[in-house]
């Protein structure tokens, strides 16, 4: 009998580590600045895909990295002010002393990797998006308190500009295919930059920030995204008629049906939560879908 009581206790202890252990796992990819580094790797397969360019796993790496230190630098810094909209975020972020290490690692492999394995103009490149990363919380948010929705335009443009990234760190030139998949990468992450703001709201106004949903209120803000989410499906349609991109990229569209979902869970409650872990896999699916779209393609099913 007592053997059968200890038993019962260790396996119920055992599924309490493990389900302790999935839930820091799960903390840890969401607050820890993993998901969107991965969204950034999305973006460079996505390219690759479209385009028909090898890569190689540094590109991954890199690519990895540089967003890795530049979220979980600007999770860090804002901990603090995130209590009031992120207050599961803050907590986490607070609790962990050991980021400032990460960083500090994480930005030290970065450079070598770029110096070993990408050209002078590649790294120059590089360091700019992670200086401009770094810097962004003390110096570049403060324009958004002089030039509206300057925050969503200048994180649109960093997203956008992975997709040359690839470009640049191969050394080839860039087309104006890819160009115009920049261009949808950059409305795509304004939806999703303003839907973020959307909970952020109260924090922003504090601080004098113009963004797009304290500017015009979140009441207006469904609207707004519906129609950036429509014009990013109708911009794909007009680039693969005119054939700057190719016709499996149409396999994106469902992307739309999807931010439709999570946009109408933000339109009804805003303090939905899982509407804003949504939006941050977007990133991720593009490249999956346009993978999938250009192997249904060349088996010949379509």
Partial sequence: MDYNVHEHFSGSECRRRIIRFIDLLGKEIIFGGHLFATGSVSVIMACATVFIVPLSW???????????????YDYVEGASSDELTNA????????????????AAASFILVICMIIFSNSLTTLAGLCILAMGLLYGNCFKKLTKRIPAFKNIFVSFVWAFMSLFVFFYYDLPVTYGAVMLALFIFIRMMNIQILFDVRDVEGDRVEGLLTVPALLGNRNCPYILRSINLLSVIFVFMCVHEGLLPFFALAVIPVFYYASGYIGQVAESRKDHSSYLLAACEPIMWSVLIMAGKYVTMSGVI
């Fill in 58 to 72: 540094d590109i991954l790496l890199v690519s990895y990295l540089l967003f890795y230190v530049i979220y979980l």
């Fill in 88 to 103: 599961g975020r803050s907590r986490y972020i607070q609790c962990k002393g050991t980021n400032k290490c990460k960083i």
